[in-house]
C-alpha cells in the first residue's frame, strides 16, 4: 500500500448560510435558466465556456433606454457602438429595434455596411481614418465626426477629387467635471479649438456641417457630467447660428452611460449605484430644453450608448476544473473561462453563479482561469460555494466589450449563442479551432522539416 501524501490541517471559517453577529450570509443564488433555457442543456450541445446572448434581453433594455429618451425629447436615435460588440446577429438586433451604426475604423465601417446599414445612417468617429476610408464615407453621404485639424485639411483636400459634399460634424472635448479628461479625441471646447474649426468648416462651404459631437467616457456615473456636456454643445450650436445663421441638424451626446456591473473597489453594487436612463434622459433632455436653442431649431438628438444596452444581455457559463488550496490555506477555483475571453474581469468585481443548487457553505475563495499566467483571476476574493470539479457556474453581465477584445491566447474563443424571444438558441459564432489559428500562418519552406 503507498504511503497517502501528508497535507498540512487548517482551520478556516466556513459560512454556513445562518446569520452571524456579522450580519446575514453571502448566498448566492443559483442560476440554472436564461429565458427559460437551462444553462446545463446549453453547454451540453454548445461546450463549455460558452457565451449566451439574451435577445429579448437586448430589446427590453434598448426599448426602455428609447423611452427614456423620446417620452422627454422630441427628436431621438441612438446608433449602435459596434466597438462594444459586433457580432452581426447583435447589431442586427440593434438596427431591426432602429439603431443606426457608430463605427471607429475602417472595418467596423465595413463590417455596418455589410449588415446593410446604409452608407447616410453610419456615423464615423474615430482618430483612425484613412484617406481611403474618407473616400468611401464622403461617397457614401456617411456623417462623419472629425477629431483633428489634420483630418479636416485630409477632408477639405477631398472634396477637390469627390463631388458629394462631405457630411460632417466635429467632436468636442471638454470639462465636465469628471477627470482624468477625455482631451485626446477631438477639439477643446474651453481653449477654443472647438470654436476655431468650427469656423473654418463654415468658412470653407464645400462641407455640410451637420452636428455636433461628444463621448465624455465610458462607464460614467455621473448624469451632470452630462448636463454640462449638453449644454456647452448647446452653447456652440447657439454661437453657429448667430454668427453664421447656420442652424445643427442634429448633436450627438455619445454613450458611455455605466451599466449595472460593480467596478473593482466600489463600495456598493453596481445595481443600486448606477443612474438609470430616466436619470441621464433627465440630465441630457433638460439640458437642450433650457439652452438658448430656438424651439423650432431643436436638433435631433443621437446617443450612442454602447456597455449600458448590452451588458446585461450576455452571461458566459463553463465548467469547474479543480480546487485547491493556496499555501496560506485560502480556497481557489479553478474556472474553465480566463481572462483573455472575460476582458472585464480586470475592471469588474464579475457576479459569478453557481449553475445548480450547491451546498449552503461558503468559503472566501480566489476564483482563477485556467490560464498559465499569473493575472489570470476573476474573482480575487469572493464568499463562494463549495463547487465542485465538473459543476457549472455562470456569470453576469459580459455583454459589452468582451466579444470584441477577446483575446486567442493560450485556448481558443469558444462559442456564442444567441436565444431568441422563444427561447430557440442560434449559434452565432462559431469556437476557433487550430485549423482557425494555423490558416492565418505560414511556414517558410527551410522552416518546415525537423529531426529530433
Ligand atoms: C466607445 C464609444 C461609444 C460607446 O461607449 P459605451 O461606454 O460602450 O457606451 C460611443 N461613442 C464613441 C465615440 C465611442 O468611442
Redesign the pocket.
Known amino acids: 500500500m503507498t504511503k497517502l501524501i501528508f497535507e498540512r490541517p487548517i482551520i478556516q471559517q466556513i459560512n454556513a448560510g445562518l446569520p452571524s453577529k456579522y450580519g446575514m450570509s453571502h448566498k448566492l443564488e443559483p442560476i440554472s435558466h436564461i429565458d427559460n433555457v437551462s444553462i446545463k442543456s446549453l453547454i451540453e450541445s454548445y461546450g463549455s465556456p460558452l457565451f449566451i446572448i439574451s435577445e429579448s434581453t437586448i430589446r427590453k433594455t434598448y426599448k426602455n433606454a428609447f423611452r427614456a429618451f423620446s417620452s422627454r425629447y422630441p427628436k431621438v436615435q441612438f446608433a449602435w457602438?459596434y466597438?462594444?460588440n459586433y457580432l452581426n446577429a447583435v447589431c442586427n438586433v440593434f438596427h431591426q429595434e432602429g439603431s443606426w451604426a457608430?463605427v471607429?475604423s475602417g472595418f467596423e465601417y465595413d463590417k455596418a455596411l455589410k449588415n446593410g446599414v446604409p452608407g447616410d445612417l453610419i456615423i464615423f468617429?474615430?482618430p483612425d481614418k484613412s484617406r481611403e476610408d474618407l473616400a468611401k464615407s464622403i461617397k457614401n453621404s456617411s456623417l462623419i465626426h472629425i477629431d483633428h485639424f489634420d483630418e479636416l485639411y485630409e477632408i477639405i483636400s477631398l472634396t477637390k477629387e469627390i463631388e458629394v459634399k462631405p457630411k460632417v460634424a466635429i467632436r468636442v472635448n471638454m470639462d465636465t467635471g469628471i477627470y482624468p479628461r477625455w482631451d485626446r479625441f477631438g477639439f477643446n471646447y474651453e481653449n477654443g479649438e472647438a470654436w476655431d474649426a468650427l469656423n473654418r468648416i463654415m468658412a470653407n462651404k464645400k462641407l455640410d456641417l451637420l452636428g455636433l459631437h461628444t463621448?465624455i467616457g465610458?462607464?460614467m456615473m455621473s448624469t451632470d457630467a452630462y448636463k454640462i456636456a449638453a449644454s456647452k454643445l448647446a452653447e456652440l450650436a447657439v454661437r453657429l447660428q448667430q454668427k453664421h445663421g447656420h442652424v445643427l441638424q442634429y448633436i450627438d451626446m455619445?454613450?458611455?452611460?455605466a451599466s449595472k456591473n460593480t467596478l473593482k473597489g466600489a463600495y456598493y453594487p453596481g445595481t443600486d449605484t448606477t443612474p438609470s436612463f430616466d436619470d441621464f434622459a433627465e440630465a441630457i433632455t433638460s439640458a437642450l430644453m433650457s439652452s438658448e436653442i430656438k424651439p423650432d431649431n431643436l436638433p435631433l438628438l443621437i446617443l450612442?450608448?454602447?456597455?449600458?444596452l448590452i451588458d446585461d444581455a450576455g452571461y458566459l457559463a463553463g465548467s469547474v476544473l479543480a480546487n485547491k488550496r493556496l499555501a496560506d490555506g485560502r480556497r481557489a477555483t479553478i474556472i474553465d473561462a480566463g481572462v483573455n475571453i472575460l476582458f472585464t474581469a480586470f475592471w469588474y468585481e464579475h457576479d459569478i453563479r453557481p449553475v445548480e443548487p450547491v451546498s449552503e457553505q461558503t468559503e472566501d475563495t480566489t476564483i482563477y482561469g485556467p490560464l498559465c499566467m499569473n493575472i489570470d483571476v476573476i474573482r480575487g476574493n469572493i464568499m463562494f460555494p463549495l463547487l465542485k470539479k465538473g459543476d457549472q457556474y455562470v456569470i453576469k453581465r459580459v455583454g459589452?466589450y468582451n466579444n470584441t477584445q477577446w483575446l486567442q491566447f493560450i485556448s481558443m474563443r469558444p462559442n456564442v449563442v444567441l436565444l431568441d424571444a422563444n427561447g430557440k438558441p442560434h449559434l452565432i459564432r462559431k469556437n476557433e479551432t487550430l485549423e482557425t489559428i494555423n490558416s492565418q500562418e505560414l511556414t517558410p519552406e527551410h522552416l518546415k522539416n525537423f529531426d529530433l
Open positions: 457602438s466597438k462594444t457608430e471607429v468617429n474615430g463621448h465610458t462607464y455619445g454613450g458611455g452611460f450612442e450608448n454602447g456597455r449600458a459589452a
